[in-house]
């Protein structure tokens, strides 16, 4: 008989609906329910491409015994981490800082006012590596609730405290009073230093294994080396964009990256594919593309764009939150990679032998294999081979038409605000770049979707939809800054000066609900549900923090508009990015690409032309293609002479035409370049 989970909306929950376990959303009415039978609350918390999710789902959650316990002494509560990022980060961090460690499956116990007294991720159901089995951490619990009532309350009550005091020690003033500062260029300097110093420069990337794709790290080095013309800042995009794009965390075959790879060398991924990685990551190399020209940035960069519209689109035009790592291996088993993975002999079968062996060379498929039971992670292993191309290209074909036989792996269609956000400027840019306006259509109808479905009459985000309908949960802070951030972008490659209004909507909601007092940003809106903590975290995880992604919005937002508003609660909230780039520059890199657009202006570029003169593409087009950090890029018609602000978009308020022609205004620091009509001098000068 299905549980309370069978009404909800997450694709997560719903996997759970079926469990024996008597699972709660998280509601008042679970906490009420737990007071009212004095029983402490077993809060879970996942998210549907997790593979150790599922690994503790079938373990325990579906076991009778297990649930059965859990049933009699504790009110059980499932979250979907990625539809709740508040009660995530707020009880992630109970865990991080009890236990010096995090991840998911996150297990936690609460008591009924929701105080977090015992913490864990994934337990085992019987006892090993040192682990307590699962049924023997309930028993325990439970015989602690029982028995040492006032013990429990009293270490609940420490960690809240705990948790309440923390502030977030910005120190950035110069002297007690004074508002914060954003990064000085000697602050960013020293950023690079430090990053500089944790670089592998024998595989790409950054520190050792797992190896996470640093897809914010690379755009700060784009645009300081955009800046500054550092070499060596270019020198670590590039060797990590290859090592990754070689490397088996990028699918080979059918284009897109995996969430994580295991080893330090981008060998083995952890399967699972995630919306804002691909989002992210088909962003950079677009822009290492711009940069360099780069022929492999180029392939990587369009391959992830048609990943996610033929793999991620869903039927209401928007992006779906991930793939999973597991499929059905073929036996009715589910296994992690089973959808990417080849054996020599699946090759042979699809192949024959000589094409077989081709692709074994090309790919580092080996009868060893890479991965587990002899089968191996595609990649490309060989910089150095040269090959037919054409016979490559055939080989390619012929796998990704087989591997489409398999079964594939699950899909989480539920639509986050801030990650399709993401997409939406990366499909929009891609598209701009090469020639692809179906990329661009994409990106526009996400935006669409996001308008219409996820966006309120007061400005108000949904954090999530499914199937055309809004959940019930508001969007955070992140889903504010990368949704404004993906409609600036679609606006500078369309010159629809909408997008630039709904982004200003979306800002100011920023400014009067998310900001407190001293400019800092908080995760939640100020008339959120209030947990024990209100979440506020500057640092960059897998994606932008909801903190770093406002204030690129803000000052992008700004430039476009001269709101002076905009830019200074930017600068004010970049204080805290001077105090910890130098510190702990991966962790908070989004914030020092947006410092470098501060430090370069941003400079902001005017086009002003005909629609259908193709001397006013020719001149958008440049400007798209400047790498100047930051660029904000506004294209229209010349405003009617009778009232020169009568335009979309006030960058390009009081811009006429050249004696009639198609004309680029350049303007940084609140200074302007004479108005130019030739794309070689505008290209110079945002140089």
Not at 262 to 267: C, G, K, L, R, Y
Not at 527 to 532: N, S, T, V
Request: include cysteine; proline fraction near 6%.
């Amino acid at each position: 008989m299905p549980n309370r989970l069978a009404h909800e909306t997450s694709p997560y929950l719903l996997q759970h609906a079926d469990n024996p376990v008597d699972w709660w959303p998280w509601s008042a009415e679970a906490f009420a329910e737990a007071r009212r039978r004095n029983v402490p609350v077993l809060l879970s918390v996942g998210y549907s491409s997790c593979h150790w999710c599922h690994v503790m789902a079938h373990e325990s959650f579906e076991d009778d015994a297990t649930a059965a316990l859990l049933n009699e002494h504790f009110v059980s509560v499932k979250v979907d981490r990625e539809e709740r990022p508040d009660i995530d980060a707020v009880y992630m961090e109970a865990v991080q800082a009890a236990t010096g460690q995090g991840g998911w499956p996150m297990t936690v116990f609460l008591t009924p006012e929701a105080e977090p007294f015992y913490f864990g991720t994934y337990f085992p159901p019987a006892p090993r590596h040192g682990m307590p089995g699962f049924q023997q951490v309930l028993e325990g619990v439970h015989a602690a609730w029982r028995d040492r009532r006032e013990e429990v309350g009293q270490v609940a009550g420490r960690i809240v405290r705990e948790l309440s005091e923390r502030t977030l020690a910005l120190g950035v003033a110069a002297e007690k009073g004074a508002p914060p500062q954003p990064p000085s260029a000697e602050d960013v300097h020293a950023a690079l230093l430090a990053l500089t110093r944790d670089f592998d420069a024998v595989r790409g990337g950054f520190g050792g294994a797992p190896k996470f794709p640093p897809s914010m790290t690379l755009e700060f080095l784009l645009r300081h080396h955009a800046r500054t013309g550092s070499a060596g800042a270019l020198e670590m995009v590039q060797a990590t964009c290859e090592a990754m794009a070689r490397g088996g965390i990028y699918d080979q075959l059918g284009g897109g990256f995996a969430r994580y790879s295991v080893d330090a060398e981008w060998v083995v991924p952890h399967f699972e594919k995630m919306l804002y990685d691909n989002a992210l990551l088909c962003r950079v190399y677009a822009h290492l593309w711009r940069a360099t020209g780069s022929e492999l940035a180029r392939r990587v960069a369009l391959e992830t764009a048609d990943f996610l519209v033929r793999e991620m689109r869903t039927d209401q035009g928007g992006f779906a939150s991930a793939l999973d790592a597991d499929s059905d291996d073929g036996t009715g088993r589910h296994a992690e990679g089973a959808y990417y993975v080849w054996t020599p002999q699946q090759l042979r079968d699809v192949l024959g032998e000589e094409d077989a062996l081709l692709a074994a060379s090309h790919f580092g498929v080996t009868e060893e294999g890479t991965f587990e039971e002899g089968a191996s992670v595609l990649q490309l292993p060989d910089s150095e081979q040269l090959l037919d191309a054409g016979k490559l290209d055939s080989v390619r074909r012929r796998l990704l038409a087989a591997r489409e036989q398999r079964p594939r792996p699950g899909r989480d269609d539920k639509i986050v605000a801030a990650w399709n956000g993401l997409a939406i400027a990366a499909l929009a840019e891609t598209g701009a770049y090469f020639d692809r306006p179906d990329l661009v259509q994409a990106a526009t109808d996400a935006a669409d979707l996001l308008v219409r479905t996820h966006m309120d009459w007061h400005a108000r985000l949904f954090r999530t939809s499914l199937d055309g309908t809004a959940g019930a949960h508001g969007g955070v802070l992140e889903d504010y800054g990368d949704v404004a951030e993906g409609f600036l972008a679609l606006s500078a490659v369309t010159g629809e000066g909408v997008w630039v209004d709904f982004a200003g909507l979306l800002l100011d909601t920023v400014l009067t609900r998310f900001t407190g007092a001293d400019g800092t940003l908080f995760d939640t809106a100020d008339d959120a549900e209030a947990l024990i903590r209100r979440p506020q975290d500057p640092m960059d995880n897998a994606a932008p923090s909801g903190w770093t992604a406002a204030c690129g919005a803000l000052l992008t937002y700004a430039a476009y508009t001269g709101s002076t508003t905009h830019r200074e609660a930017a600068e004010r909230a970049l204080g805290v990015v001077r105090a910890l780039g130098p510190r702990a520059p991966r962790f908070i890199s989004w914030g020092l690409a947006v410092a470098e657009a501060l430090l370069d202006g941003p400079r902001e570029v005017a086009v002003v032309g005909l629609p259908d003169d193709p001397a006013t593409a020719v001149l958008h087009r440049t400007a798209l293609l400047a790498t100047a950090p930051g660029l904000a890029v506004a294209v229209g018609g010349p405003p009617p002479a009778s009232e020169p602000a009568a335009v979309e978009v006030p960058l390009l308020a009081h811009r006429p035409l050249a004696d009639g022609r198609a004309v680029a205004y350049v303007c940084r620091g609140f200074t302007c370049d004479a108005p130019t009509t030739d794309p070689e001098v505008l290209a110079e000068s945002l140089r």
